[in-house]
């Protein structure tokens, strides 16, 4: 039975009085141009949530695959096992509030016990029972030490939601860039099969005598320089691809298979959640863990000036003892004793004092900590924001260019068949076709990672 009453703590109705400054939570400063949406033309949708925003994309393989994650992936593993540690140090803390009881049992050879009273005395003492030691909280020392192994566990968790978003996040960005690279390598083998087709057209006329030869060496050239793109591309998306077997928790090749059945990019949703970079605070986990960590390091603020004040500890002794050990156990052996002891420090060279400027010390760096993962936090939404918005609009401009550049390459073409133009036209506007393509491609993987790292910067991706 405990409660708080005037920053005291009543424990079985002995009165603890903790000292120290009592934890209040503090409210982060946030820029004035920060505390409204500073992000234009956002469209607000409920129907995505923030939790699992990666269905949105509409993409079953990448749902199966974060599932996975959630379940194989080695860092979460790390960030649970950390949680197991924070709680067990949390109990380990709270039971030094408790007396402690051990059974003891010895014999001990007395020799002259008491010198002028009865001198030359010798005999055995043999024991047997229990021995038990609780050392009065009357200044709050554990019950400081308690708060802070509490938030510090509370930290251990916000961290652990931190490592899942951290892990969702990067999954779907990994796997959107593979998307991405499939979808690069299958433009540049449609290309290279245009500009073989055309390659063949031109030898075809050059051995008619309709065109130059070196129409035909140029052909080849910008056929050649296509072809080479495609290695690097394949060893991109095997590296990629090794990256996702890491994040998901498998030996590598286990997932080839699976993600070959389909090369399709994620659509991207026609409709976002998204919110001012304000509203990060309320969600991030690692702002929270920062919070926590200044709470616990308040608290040990405590711990250390409870030092400067006195030690009172209780013991007692409920057994057996006798000097005959056949007689040890008979009823007349029966014995106890309790004890206490108090303890001032008087002189110990500065020791509590460097304690008390340490704790102080690690209590401010854990408030600029937070304010700077206040801040850090503002600043990432806030950009990842502006990205996926310029982003989208060149993407959308690009997207029309690819029309365009299509219509373009069919008449330059068709001129060249009928003499009107030459061959190099017909070179450019493929070239710039293919160009514009490959830049759709990485615009739509880039618009699509913006996104994703948006929802990142919400705290999105944890229950």
């Given at each position: 039975m405990k409660r708080r009453v005037g920053g005291c703590l009543v424990l079985i109705s002995l009165v603890s009085c903790t000292v120290g400054p009592d934890y209040q939570k503090v409210e982060p400063i946030v820029p004035k141009q920060w505390q409204a949406a500073s992000a234009e033309n956002l469209q607000i949708s409920k129907t995505i949530d923030l939790k699992t925003y990666w269905q949105s994309f509409g993409d079953a393989e990448l749902n199966t695959l974060i599932n996975k994650a959630l379940k194989s992936n080695l860092d979460i593993k790390i960030a649970l096992a950390r949680v197991d540690q924070a709680r067990s140090e949390r109990r380990g803390v709270r039971a030094e509030l408790f007396p402690t009881v051990n059974a003891t049992g010895g014999v001990q050879r007395q020799n002259n016990p008491f010198p002028g009273l009865a001198q030359g005395i010798k005999y055995n003492m043999f024991e047997m029972g229990f021995d038990a030691l609780w050392e009065v909280d009357l200044y709050g020392r554990q019950q400081r030490r308690l708060e802070?192994?509490?938030?510090?566990?509370?930290?251990?968790?916000?961290?652990?939601?931190?490592?899942?978003?951290?892990?969702?996040?990067?999954?779907?960005?990994?796997?959107?860039?593979?998307?991405?690279?499939?979808?690069?390598?299958?433009?540049?083998?449609?290309?290279?099969?245009?500009?073989?087709?055309?390659?063949?057209?031109?030898?075809?006329?050059?051995?008619?005598?309709?065109?130059?030869?070196?129409?035909?060496?140029?052909?080849?050239?910008?056929?050649?320089?296509?072809?080479?793109?495609?290695?690097?591309?394949?060893?991109?998306?095997?590296?990629?691809?090794?990256?996702?077997?890491?994040?998901?928790?498998?030996?590598?090749?286990?997932?080839?298979?699976?993600?070959?059945?389909?090369?399709?990019?994620?659509?991207?949703?026609?409709?976002?959640?998204?919110?001012?970079?304000?509203?990060?605070?309320?969600?991030?986990?690692?702002?929270?863990?920062?919070?926590?960590?200044?709470?616990?390091?308040?608290?040990?603020?405590?711990?250390?000036?409870?030092?400067?004040?006195?030690?009172?500890?209780?013991?007692?002794?409920?057994?057996?003892?006798?000097?005959?050990?056949?007689?040890?156990?008979?009823?007349?052996?029966?014995?106890?004793?309790?004890?206490?002891?108090?303890?001032?420090?008087?002189?110990?060279?500065?020791?509590?004092?460097?304690?008390?400027?340490?704790?102080?010390?690690?209590?401010?760096?854990?408030?600029?900590?937070?304010?700077?993962?206040?801040?850090?936090?503002?600043?990432?939404t806030e950009t990842t924001l502006t990205r996926y918005l310029k982003e989208e609009i060149r993407r959308q401009a690009l997207a029309r260019s690819i029309t365009e550049l299509q219509e373009s390459v069919r008449l330059s073409e068709l001129r060249y068949q009928e003499g009107v133009s030459t061959f190099l036209e017909v070179l450019d506007s493929q070239r710039a076709l293919y160009a514009a393509q490959i830049e759709l491609a990485r615009s739509e993987e880039l618009t699509a990672t913006y996104l994703i790292a948006c929802y990142k910067s919400l705290g999105g991706g944890v229950s």
């Open positions: 802070s192994a509490v938030a510090e566990q509370e930290a251990t968790n916000e961290l652990h939601r931190q490592a899942l978003v951290t892990l969702t996040s990067e999954l779907a960005r990994t796997y959107i860039n593979y998307r991405s690279l499939q979808n690069q390598l299958r433009i540049t083998h449609s290309n290279l099969t245009s500009q073989q087709h055309t390659l063949r057209l031109t030898e075809q006329l050059f051995s008619e005598g309709v065109s130059a030869r070196h129409d035909v060496v140029r052909a080849k050239a910008q056929a050649e320089t296509t072809s080479a793109q495609i290695p690097a591309l394949e060893a991109n998306l095997i590296a990629t691809l090794r990256q996702i077997d890491v994040l998901v928790g498998q030996q590598s090749g286990n997932l080839e298979a699976e993600l070959n059945t389909n090369d399709k990019m994620p659509v991207i949703p026609s409709q976002v959640f998204l919110s001012s970079p304000i509203a990060a605070i309320q969600n991030r986990p690692d702002i929270h863990a920062a919070e926590r960590r200044l709470a616990a390091a308040t608290a040990m603020q405590g711990a250390a000036i409870a030092e400067q004040f006195p030690k009172i500890s209780i013991s007692a002794f409920f057994g057996l003892r006798n000097t005959d050990i056949e007689s040890l156990f008979k009823s007349a052996a029966f014995s106890y004793g309790t004890a206490a002891n108090f303890v001032q420090p008087l002189l110990d060279f500065g020791r509590i004092q460097a304690g008390i400027d340490l704790t102080k010390a690690k209590q401010k760096e854990a408030y600029l900590g937070y304010q700077k993962a206040i801040l850090e936090a503002l600043q990432e």
